[in-house]
C-alpha cells in the first residue's frame, strides 16, 4: 500500500478539455509546457553564447554589427523572446494547451532568428556564413522542437513549414542588399528550399510518432468509467491520479497499484496485491463515517489491475500541513483529533484497526462549507482485531508487522501479541505530539531504533520539544495515549474524544478564526470545468 500519498489537489497548470489538443493525456501536456520552458532558456543561452557573444567580443565585427539595426535588433528579439517564452511558461494562470500553441509559434519565431544570426552577420570576420554551405541551425532547432514538444501533427507540419521558411527568406532578404552573392533559380532551390523540405518530413513524422504514443498513452490511462488526468502522488505499492468521470465531470481520486510493482511481482504476489486491495477498498465502502475517506466505485480492468475511486479532497494532509505552516495551536489539534476518533471508533466498532495511523494518512480539508474536515485515508492495513501480527494470514504475510515505525504502538513493533483498536490510540498520541511539536516522538537514525524506542522508551512531555504552551491536561493525556502497557491507554477512540472533549484548560477552536486561516492559505479554487 502506498503510505504518505498526498490526496491534495496540488496546484499546477490549468488544463482545458476544450480543444485539439487533449488527444494527448493532460499530464503529457504539462510535461511539453516544462520542456518549452527548458528549450526557451537554452535557445536565448545558446543563441547569446554562440550567435552573438563571439561578435561583440571581436572589435571590427562588434562595431559594423552595432552599427546596422538589422544585424543587432534580430539578435536582440531572439534573445528576448526566448525569456519571454520561458517567463510565461512559468505562470500557472496560462494553461497547458496555450501554452504548447504558443510554442508553435515561438518555433518559428525562434527560427527566423537563427537565420538572421547565421545569414545577416558583418561580411567580415569569421562569423560569416554561406547557406549554401551547409544546412543551417534552423534544420536542428526544428527536429529537436518537434521531438521534445508534442504537438498534433498538423500543427507540428504547419509551424514546421513555416520555420524552414526562415532559411530561404533570409537568403532572399540578404541577397537582395548585397549581403550575400545572388545564386541562381536552380541553385536556390536545390541549396535553401529542398532540404529543408526534407528537415519538415522528417520533423513531421517524428512529431507523428511522439504524438501518437501519447494518445496511446491517454487510452492507456482510461479505467472504467474514469479518465486519470495527473498522478498526485505515490507510494511503495500503490499510486494515486486525479482523475475524471467521462459524463458526470466528477473530480475523483483513483488508486491504483503501481504498474512497475504489479509487473515485476510473481504471479502468486499479484494475486495478493489484487486481494489486499479489494480488501482495502471493500473495508472503505462498509465505514459510513464522514470522518472517514468516502469510496465511489472499483473494479477490475481486462489486463487485471485493480483500482478504486475515491472523492477528491481539497486541502493537506497532516505531514504537508506541519511541515509547511509549523505546529498547530492545542485547541486546533485537539479538534482534529476528535475528528480522527469519529472514524477509528467506527471501525473498532465492528472489529477493525487502521494499523497505519500517521500524518500522511490524516488529511485535513474543505468539505462543503465546512473547513479543518478529518479524513482518515489508507485502510490497506486494516485488519479484524481477532488476527494475531505473529500468525499473518497469506495477503499480509509480507508486512507482518505493518504501519509506519515514527507511529508504531509497542505491540506492533514487537510483534508479541495480539492487536485491537488501542493501537491506534497509541498512534493518534503520536500523531497529536506531531501536530502540536513538530517533531516525532523518538527520533532515531533506523527504523529499527525507532521500533525499540516505542517499546522500551519513555517519551518526552511535548512540552519539552516546542516553545509554544502545550495545555497540561492535553499534555498529560497525549502521554497516556503514549502509554507502553494498552490497559493504560483510554480504552476505546469513543472514550478518548469524550476526554479530549472535556480539556477544561482547551479553549474551544474558534470556527471562524478556521475559515480565515483557510482563506487565506488555501482559499477556493475558481469554479471551472470539472470541478465541483
Same mark, same amino acid.
Not at 505493518?402 to 495480539?418: C, K, N, Y
Not at 497529536?432 to 529499527?448: D, H, I
Given at each position: 500500500?502506498?503510505?504518505?500519498?498526498?490526496?491534495?489537489?496540488?496546484?499546477?497548470?490549468?488544463?482545458?478539455?476544450?480543444?485539439?489538443?487533449?488527444?494527448?493525456?493532460?499530464?503529457?501536456?504539462?510535461?511539453?509546457?516544462r520542456?518549452?520552458? &527548458?528549450?526557451?532558456?537554452?535557445?536565448s543561452?545558446?543563441f547569446?553564447?554562440?550567435?552573438?557573444?563571439p561578435?561583440? %567580443?571581436?572589435p571590427?565585427?562588434?562595431?559594423?554589427?552595432?552599427?546596422?539595426?538589422?544585424?543587432?535588433?534580430?539578435?536582440?528579439?531572439?534573445v528576448?523572446?526566448?525569456?519571454?517564452?520561458?517567463w510565461?511558461?512559468?505562470?500557472?494562470?496560462?494553461? *497547458?494547451e496555450a501554452?504548447?500553441?504558443?510554442?508553435?509559434?515561438f518555433?518559428?519565431?525562434?527560427?527566423?532568428? %537563427?537565420? #538572421?544570426?547565421?545569414?545577416?552577420?558583418?561580411?567580415?570576420?569569421?562569423? =560569416?556564413?554561406?547557406p549554401?554551405?551547409?544546412?543551417?541551425?534552423?534544420a536542428?532547432?526544428?527536429?529537436?522542437?518537434?521531438?521534445?514538444?508534442?504537438?498534433?501533427p498538423?500543427? &507540428?507540419?504547419?509551424?514546421?513549414?513555416?520555420?524552414v521558411?526562415? +532559411?530561404?527568406?533570409?537568403?532572399?532578404?540578404?541577397?537582395?542588399n548585397d549581403?550575400?552573392?545572388? *545564386?541562381?533559380?536552380?541553385?536556390?532551390?536545390?541549396h535553401?528550399i529542398l532540404?529543408y523540405?526534407?528537415?519538415?518530413?522528417?520533423?513531421g513524422?517524428?512529431?507523428?510518432? +511522439?504524438?501518437? =504514443? !501519447?494518445?496511446d498513452?491517454?487510452?492507456?490511462?482510461?479505467?472504467?468509467?474514469?479518465?486519470?488526468?495527473?498522478?498526485?502522488?505515490?507510494?511503495?505499492?500503490?499510486?494515486?491520479?486525479?482523475?475524471? @468521470?467521462?459524463?458526470?465531470?466528477?473530480?475523483?481520486?483513483?488508486?491504483?497499484i503501481?504498474?512497475?510493482?504489479?509487473?515485476?511481482?510473481?504471479?502468486?504476489?499479484?494475486s495478493?496485491?489484487?486481494?489486499?486491495?479489494?480488501?482495502?477498498?471493500?473495508?472503505?465502502?462498509?465505514?459510513?463515517?464522514?470522518?472517514? %475517506?468516502?469510496?465511489?466505485?472499483? !473494479?477490475?480492468e481486462d489486463?487485471?489491475?485493480?483500482?478504486?475511486v475515491?472523492k477528491?479532497?481539497?486541502?493537506?494532509? =497532516?505531514?504537508?500541513l506541519?511541515?509547511r505552516?509549523?505546529?498547530?495551536?492545542?485547541?486546533?489539534?485537539v479538534?482534529?483529533?476528535?475528528?480522527a #476518533?469519529?472514524s477509528?471508533?467506527e471501525?473498532h466498532?465492528v472489529?477493525?484497526? @487502521?494499523r497505519?495511523?500517521t500524518?500522511?494518512?490524516?488529511?485535513? #480539508?474543505?468539505?462543503?462549507?465546512?473547513?479543518?474536515?478529518?479524513?482518515?485515508?489508507?485502510?490497506?492495513?486494516?485488519?479484524p482485531?481477532?488476527?494475531a501480527?505473529?500468525?499473518d494470514?497469506?495477503?499480509?504475510?509480507a508486512?507482518?508487522?505493518?504501519?509506519?515505525?515514527?507511529?508504531?504502538?509497542?505491540?506492533?513493533a514487537?510483534?508479541?501479541r495480539? %492487536?485491537?483498536?488501542?493501537?491506534?490510540?497509541?498512534?493518534l498520541? #503520536?500523531? &497529536?505530539?506531531?501536530?502540536?511539536?513538530?517533531?516525532?516522538?523518538?527520533?532515531?537514525?533506523?527504523?529499527? *531504533?525507532?521500533?525499540?524506542a @516505542?517499546?522500551?522508551?519513555?517519551?518526552?512531555?511535548?512540552?519539552?520539544?516546542?516553545e509554544?504552551?502545550?495545555? &497540561?491536561?492535553?499534555?498529560?493525556l497525549?502521554?497516556?495515549?503514549l502509554?507502553?502497557?494498552p490497559e493504560?491507554?483510554p480504552?476505546?477512540?469513543?472514550?478518548?474524544?469524550?476526554?479530549l472533549?472535556?480539556?477544561?484548560?482547551?479553549?474551544?477552536?474558534?470556527?471562524?478564526?478556521?475559515r480565515?486561516?483557510w482563506?487565506?492559505?488555501?482559499?477556493?479554487?475558481p469554479?471551472?470545468?470539472?470541478?465541483?
Amino acid at each position: 500500500m502506498a503510505h504518505g500519498m498526498p490526496m491534495t489537489e496540488t496546484p499546477g497548470r490549468r488544463l482545458s478539455t476544450s480543444s485539439q489538443l487533449t488527444t494527448l493525456p493532460p499530464a503529457l501536456l504539462a510535461q511539453s509546457a516544462r520542456r518549452l520552458r &527548458a528549450m526557451a532558456l537554452l535557445y536565448s543561452f545558446t543563441f547569446f553564447v554562440a550567435g552573438t557573444l563571439p561578435v561583440l %567580443i571581436l572589435p571590427a565585427e562588434r562595431t559594423e554589427f552595432l552599427g546596422s539595426v538589422s544585424r543587432w535588433l534580430p539578435s536582440l528579439l531572439s534573445v528576448l523572446s526566448g525569456l519571454l517564452v520561458a517567463w510565461l511558461t512559468s505562470r500557472p494562470s496560462l494553461s *497547458a494547451e496555450a501554452v504548447v500553441r504558443f510554442g508553435l509559434v515561438f518555433q518559428v519565431v525562434g527560427s527566423f532568428g %537563427i537565420a #538572421c544570426a547565421e545569414y545577416l552577420q558583418p561580411s567580415t570576420g569569421s562569423s =560569416l556564413r554561406s547557406p549554401m554551405s551547409g544546412l543551417s541551425w534552423v534544420a536542428v532547432w526544428v527536429l529537436g522542437y518537434s521531438i521534445a514538444v508534442p504537438s498534433p501533427p498538423r500543427w &507540428a507540419l504547419v509551424a514546421g513549414f513555416l520555420s524552414v521558411s526562415a +532559411v530561404p527568406v533570409v537568403s532572399a532578404v540578404a541577397m537582395a542588399n548585397d549581403a550575400m552573392p545572388l *545564386a541562381t533559380p536552380l541553385r536556390f532551390f536545390l541549396h535553401l528550399i529542398l532540404p529543408y523540405l526534407l528537415v519538415v518530413l522528417i520533423a513531421g513524422v517524428g512529431a507523428r510518432l +511522439v504524438y501518437s =504514443l !501519447g494518445a496511446d498513452l491517454k487510452r492507456a490511462l482510461d479505467l472504467g468509467s474514469y479518465r486519470l488526468v495527473e498522478r498526485l502522488g505515490q507510494g511503495g505499492m500503490g499510486e494515486v491520479w486525479r482523475a475524471q @468521470h467521462r459524463l458526470l465531470a466528477r473530480p475523483a481520486a483513483v488508486k491504483l497499484i503501481r504498474p512497475e510493482v504489479f509487473d515485476n511481482a510473481t504471479g502468486q504476489r499479484q494475486s495478493e496485491l489484487r486481494m489486499r486491495f479489494e480488501r482495502e477498498a471493500q473495508t472503505t465502502s462498509r465505514l459510513q463515517s464522514p470522518h472517514t %475517506i468516502g469510496l465511489f466505485d472499483y !473494479g477490475v480492468e481486462d489486463d487485471g489491475a485493480f483500482y478504486y475511486v475515491m472523492k477528491l479532497l481539497d486541502g493537506f494532509d =497532516l505531514k504537508r500541513l506541519v511541515e509547511r505552516f509549523g505546529p498547530l495551536p492545542v485547541e486546533r489539534a485537539v479538534h482534529l483529533l476528535k475528528q480522527a #476518533c469519529h472514524s477509528l471508533a467506527e471501525a473498532h466498532a465492528v472489529g477493525l484497526v @487502521h494499523r497505519d495511523i500517521t500524518p500522511a494518512n490524516v488529511f485535513v #480539508c474543505r468539505y462543503g462549507r465546512d473547513v479543518d474536515f478529518v479524513k482518515v485515508l489508507d485502510f490497506g492495513l486494516v485488519k479484524p482485531q481477532a488476527w494475531a501480527t505473529v500468525d499473518d494470514d497469506g495477503v499480509t504475510r509480507a508486512d507482518r508487522v505493518g504501519g509506519t515505525p515514527a507511529f508504531m504502538s509497542p505491540e506492533q513493533a514487537v510483534g508479541d501479541r495480539q %492487536i485491537d483498536g488501542r493501537s491506534d490510540l497509541y498512534s493518534l498520541g #503520536c500523531l &497529536a505530539y506531531w501536530m502540536v511539536t513538530g517533531t516525532l516522538v523518538f527520533q532515531k537514525s533506523t527504523p529499527m *531504533a525507532v521500533a525499540v524506542a @516505542h517499546a522500551q522508551a519513555v517519551p518526552d512531555p511535548p512540552s519539552q520539544r516546542t516553545e509554544l504552551p502545550i495545555a &497540561a491536561s492535553f499534555e498529560a493525556l497525549v502521554l497516556e495515549c503514549l502509554a507502553k502497557q494498552p490497559e493504560a491507554r483510554p480504552v476505546s477512540a469513543e472514550a478518548l474524544a469524550q476526554r479530549l472533549d472535556q480539556l477544561s484548560d482547551v479553549p474551544a477552536w474558534d470556527m471562524r478564526q478556521a475559515r480565515a486561516w483557510w482563506d487565506l492559505h488555501h482559499p477556493v479554487a475558481p469554479a471551472g470545468p470539472g470541478t465541483e
